[in-house]
């Protein structure tokens, strides 16, 4: 089955610098990685996916790019505003050989943007 | 923008007791998941259905756990019997489609306090 690492646990940034945060996974079958982020108390948001055929997708302030062969995917926010402190989750299909496309989720990264 | 929605918010019960914790999918929305988040830890899959039967669950739905869609737009997810450690948020998500790469749309939880 899939296993997704995220990195880092925490991060702290000034307002205005980037963010990263990097996830590898351990399926070569994986196609599909989707960006989740939740803020406190609330529901884990869809903010952003890539599929396997391709390496890099934008939206706005937020990136996601994508090795394939390193299997590892990674969440750029440039512009960092304190309204995207929250935690960030990244996940990956969790395939029993099926079709569902059940999520496995890496444990979070806590972004906190300081003004 | 169409969401799904889960009642109740909070929910707090005697150990032992049995909960069912409702969600309506988003309307045209054909596969339905059941994930739950212990308080500070990642999301984890529980269970997800389509055509009214389960098409995939964890290990951690075990005999306890049923879910059901008893008619057109709700979809439920029952613990027989419960356990303090069953104390968690319960996400409902729902996706368009099923299989790798369809984005799932969560609910707001329902937050499950066991005493």
């Known amino acids: 089955g899939e296993n997704v690492e995220q990195h880092p646990s925490t991060l702290s940034v000034q307002e205005g610098d980037s963010a990263v945060i990097k996830c590898t996974y351990s399926d070569s079958a994986s196609n599909y990685f989707p960006w989740y982020k939740q803020e406190l108390g609330k529901r884990p948001q869809l903010i952003i996916d890539?599929?396997?055929?391709?390496g890099e997708k934008k939206d706005q302030r937020i990136a996601v790019t994508l090795n394939k062969t390193a299997k590892h995917f990674s969440l750029h926010i440039t512009e960092t505003q304190p309204e995207d402190s929250a935690v960030y989750f990244c996940?990956?299909?969790?395939?029993?050989?099926?079709?569902?496309?059940?999520?496995?989720f890496g444990k979070g990264t806590k972004l906190s943007v300081k003004p | 923008e169409p969401e799904v929605t889960q009642t109740p918010s909070h929910q707090v019960t005697q150990m032992g007791q049995e909960v069912i914790l409702r969600c309506v999918p988003i309307s045209n929305h054909l596969y339905f998941y059941w994930y739950r988040q212990i308080l500070g830890q990642k999301v984890e899959f529980l269970v997800s259905f389509y055509n009214n039967e389960i098409s995939e669950k964890s290990e951690i739905f075990d005999d306890q756990f049923s879910v059901e869609r008893p008619d057109g737009s709700n979809f439920t997810l029952k613990i027989r019997s419960t356990k303090l450690e069953d104390s968690a948020m319960y996400f409902c998500a729902s996706s368009e489609s099923g299989g790798l790469g369809q984005p799932q749309h969560f609910g707001d939880g329902t937050r499950l306090s066991i005493l």
């Open positions: 890539i599929r396997s055929n391709v």
């Open positions: 996940a990956a299909p969790r395939d029993y050989g099926g079709s569902q496309g059940n999520l496995i």
